[in-house]
């Protein structure tokens, strides 16, 4: 019997869930609605009853575990603590919830996205025999996953990895968070967007690809097509995203000092636009003893199946 | 017959040992002149004949080991590596030439000073029993040693920890690595001394305590005491120094999520003058999930043995 794991993937929009072997194959696949109301026991029922039918459909394998990645999940209690884009209030106890509706599977843990991701770099793609990495998704946010001697770093409480609330602008752009100038603000989908949107107004570039599109409309998809047009205005949206991501990511190198450093998430698609860039910014940046010695690298994993890939890598490490 | 190890700790002016039990007490210790010039073999030694004369007087104890504390030093290869503040040019093996001089003794390693102190705090001080916490000292430059799961995080060439050259004002203060900007440019004791000096002259402060001594006689101390006096120049340079320090320490909480975070060094001194407005911005840059849960602390390691004790711990953790 070949030995699989059960990904899940809890997003803000869709919870995504699939069975994977070990070499990161997704066997099956299948997806519910993430919650819309705070009723945690609703939805786990919602999950478990799904993905016992895809167990069903799939009897052919030995099931190891289920590991789920969520926002602000806890991987030492098995938590979600107050998600933001999450309608689940205080603390809820996922692990303990699933565990009573998969009373016999072997292993189940959670932990955030970008851990789960960091995860299965490190288990299926490029990360393979690294002990000390760091995984950076670029996303509607900003996510990091740090590994240290092997092991996912998680801190005394278990949320380390924030990268992307460190403080790259004193007073600069308002976070979703509640705070000025963090990274996410800057080196994101979101802020790709922010960025063209600010260079747009500031050069009244009425003739730019994108000035026809509204901010709600505008994505970093349309930022990167528009830079391989020749846009001008976009073009100079990677500069300074890489610019300012380059040196964050200097920044996370002296305190961690890793072997390299993975891009994830949609906008890593723009290839060297982004990486030129945030390569150049990162050198420059970087102190001596560290200089040309750190790889800045596009995650191997698909970005589709990343997320569930990552996720059951949990049950198996 | 007590255990005991042997701390040295090689500063940029002293090379300090000393003779530490399994308490962190210092039964004994010697000093030499720290190298001039570029002959690290010569200054091995010395080191080692001022180290063999002292073991001599103290034949009543039996040897652990020898722990080094070096700026640059790398705890993998046992080397220092192109040390600003000292003359050795290169990589100097200083492990195994002191291997040479010591071949019977049992452990010989070396880490940075701040690595040092943060396992003196861990095994001595105010650290037992915490498994994830960052020790920050405060002297010329801002100095890190981060404990993960228990261990000293060392990244993966052996240089993590530099927390004094992270970026917390783009385009700000020169700093000694060459950059601009770096937290140790504001937060140290020379940064204190620079941010006494901006604000004389920006508020031509004649007759501010400060202002009858030259940039290079005045001394963090000076600051403190003049704040003490009440001067309002030296109240304020603690607390835009607290401002910028508080809002670095929240930005490592959310990469590493430590359980407490120790300040070492000259400045803390201080107390309160510098610790209140530190804690104070370190709560307000904090995100929720963070506030209020992570303690900062004075070290407990006395200032003049710590160095050596925390060294010493080297040779026995």
């Given at each position: 019997?070949?030995?699989?794991?059960?990904?899940?993937?809890?997003?803000?929009?869709?919870?995504?869930?699939?069975?994977?072997?070990s070499?990161?194959?997704?066997?099956?696949?299948?997806?519910?609605?993430?919650?819309?109301e705070?009723?945690?026991?609703?939805?786990?029922?919602?999950?478990?009853?799904?993905?016992?039918?895809?167990?069903?459909?799939?009897?052919q394998?030995e099931?190891?575990?289920?590991?789920?990645?969520?926002?602000?999940?806890?991987?030492?209690?098995?938590?979600?603590?107050?998600?933001?884009?999450?309608?689940?209030?205080g603390?809820?106890?996922?692990?303990?919830?699933?565990?009573?509706?998969?009373?016999?599977?072997?292993?189940?843990?959670?932990?955030?996205?970008?851990?789960?991701?960091?995860?299965?770099?490190?288990?299926?793609?490029?990360?393979k025999?690294?002990?000390?990495f760091?995984?950076?998704?670029?996303?509607?946010?900003?996510?990091s996953?740090?590994?240290?001697?092997?092991?996912?770093?998680?801190g005394?409480?278990?949320?380390?990895?924030?990268?992307g609330?460190?403080?790259?602008?004193?007073?600069?752009?308002?976070?979703?968070?509640?705070?000025?100038?963090?990274?996410?603000?800057?080196?994101?989908?979101?802020?790709?967007?922010?960025?063209?949107?600010?260079?747009?107004?500031?050069?009244?570039a009425?003739?730019?690809?994108?000035?026809?599109?509204?901010?709600?409309?505008?994505?970093?998809?349309?930022?990167?097509?528009?830079?391989?047009?020749?846009?001008?205005?976009?073009?100079?949206?990677?500069?300074?995203?890489?610019?300012?991501?380059?040196q964050?990511?200097?920044?996370?190198?002296?305190?961690?000092?890793?072997?390299?450093?993975?891009?994830?998430?949609?906008?890593?698609?723009?290839?060297?636009?982004?990486?030129?860039?945030?390569?150049?910014?990162?050198?420059?940046?970087?102190?001596?003893?560290?200089?040309?010695?750190?790889?800045?690298?596009?995650?191997?994993?698909r970005l589709?199946?990343?997320?569930?890939?990552?996720?059951?890598?949990?049950?198996?490490?």
């Open positions: 019997m070949e030995k699989v794991s059960i990904g899940i993937d809890i997003g803000g929009t869709n919870t995504i869930f699939g069975i994977v072997n070499k990161g194959d997704v066997l099956a696949n299948g997806h519910i609605p993430s919650p819309k705070n009723d945690a026991k609703k939805y786990v029922t919602d999950l478990a009853n799904a993905i016992k039918a895809l167990i069903k459909k799939s009897e394998y099931y190891l575990g289920i590991g789920i990645g969520a926002p602000n999940a806890n991987f030492y209690k098995g938590t979600i603590e107050h998600a933001t884009n999450l309608p689940f209030k603390i809820v106890p996922f692990v303990e919830m699933m565990k009573e509706q998969f009373p016999d599977m072997g292993k189940i843990a959670m932990t955030n996205d970008a851990n789960a991701a960091a995860l299965g770099e490190m288990i299926y793609g490029g990360a025999g690294m002990k000390n760091v995984m950076v998704t670029l996303g509607t946010g900003l996510g996953g740090i590994v240290v001697n092997g092991d996912l770093l998680y005394h409480d278990g949320f380390a990895g924030e990268l609330h460190i403080v790259v602008s004193p007073e600069g752009r308002e976070c979703g968070c509640g705070h000025f100038g963090h990274l996410e603000t800057y080196c994101s989908a979101t802020g790709i967007v922010r960025t063209a949107n600010e260079l747009i107004a500031h050069h009244n009425t003739e730019c690809l994108m000035a026809n599109k509204s901010y709600n409309e505008l994505t970093s998809k349309d930022v990167y097509n528009a830079a391989r047009k020749g846009d001008i205005i976009a073009k100079n949206v990677f500069e300074i995203t890489g610019d300012i991501l380059g964050a990511l200097a920044d996370t190198v002296h305190i961690l000092s890793p072997e390299a450093i993975f891009l994830f998430g949609g906008p890593v698609a723009a290839g060297e636009l982004l990486f030129n860039p945030t390569i150049e910014s990162f050198e420059n940046s970087l102190m001596p003893v560290f200089k040309g010695k750190i790889k800045i690298l596009p995650s191997k994993l589709g199946d990343a997320a569930i890939v990552g996720a059951s890598a949990l049950a198996v490490k």
